[in-house]
């Protein structure tokens, strides 16, 4: 069973005083390649993982984004029908992110089954195909981005108002428009809710005037996985 499982951990766990290709030859004969076969494996992942020219350089040496490419071919080096990733771009720039993004659903199409841990509910949204969502070691929510974002209403009316004082002000005149609770970002003074359908976005400014609501913004948008979080679990609590 343990052959057939890879792990790719938050922490970056290559030898930074190895070059990049060492260390994958290394982890080839650690999992029993001979030293030939080991040397072909670190080529192809090299190869994939666009390190060719970085390959013979010493890990230390390497940018954020390439240690975490070089991280992942590692977990690699034994064709894993399973592969763990623990946070696998926290640190990361935007665009060496989007470059990790399409190296893994690469990894899907070809047939690996990838199992995710992130705080990063965009990637989530991007990449899986099921989702747990956890609330102090508590599931939550299961089911695929879309059911999860129909369960707590798809359509959704963010206002931002001038003073956060407003924000429950604000809530209570979308009351009658919404499908269930509204969430509040008090840093960014902005309340968000589900709105019921047929619901025109006049009529919601209309509320907001007729209450005497300042609101320096009224934005109608779909769902994200960031309000799934926000509406399911309690504040102060990781995923």
């Not at 922490?11 to 994958?24: C, F």
């Not at 592969?83 to 665009?95: A, I, N, S, V, Y």
């Not at 047929?198 to 300042?214: E, F, P, W, Y």
């Amino acid at each position: 069973m343990r052959r057939r499982i890879g792990v790719a951990n938050q922490a970056a766990t290559v030898d930074g005083l190895l070059p990049g290709r060492l260390n994958l030859q290394m982890v080839g004969r650690l999992h029993g390649l001979s030293r030939g076969d080991a040397a072909r494996r670190a080529s192809e992942l090299l190869e994939q993982f666009d390190l060719v020219d970085a390959g013979g350089g010493l890990v230390r040496s390497y940018s954020g984004g390439m240690r975490r490419r070089l991280d992942l071919a590692a977990s690699l080096v034994a064709r894993p029908e399973v592969l763990f990733l623990d946070e696998p771009t926290t640190g990361l720039d935007p665009r060496s992110r989007g470059d990790l993004w399409v190296l893994l659903r690469d990894l899907v199409r070809d047939g690996t089954t990838l199992i995710l841990t992130t705080q990063y509910l965009e990637e989530a949204d991007r990449l899986a195909d099921d989702i747990v969502v956890l609330d102090h070691g508590r599931t939550v929510a299961h089911g695929t981005p879309q059911e999860l974002k129909t369960r707590i209403g798809d359509d959704r009316i963010d206002v931002t108002v001038l003073d956060a004082a407003d924000l429950h002000a604000a809530a209570t005149a979308l009351g009658p428009y919404s499908s269930n609770a509204p969430s509040f970002d008090v840093d960014l003074r902005v309340v968000s809710a589900p709105v019921r359908e047929g619901v025109r976005l006049i009529d919601v400014v209309r509320a907001l005037d007729d209450a005497g609501v300042d609101a320096v913004d009224v934005n109608r948008r779909h769902a994200t996985l960031d309000d799934v979080f926000l509406a399911l679990t309690t504040p102060g609590v990781s995923a």
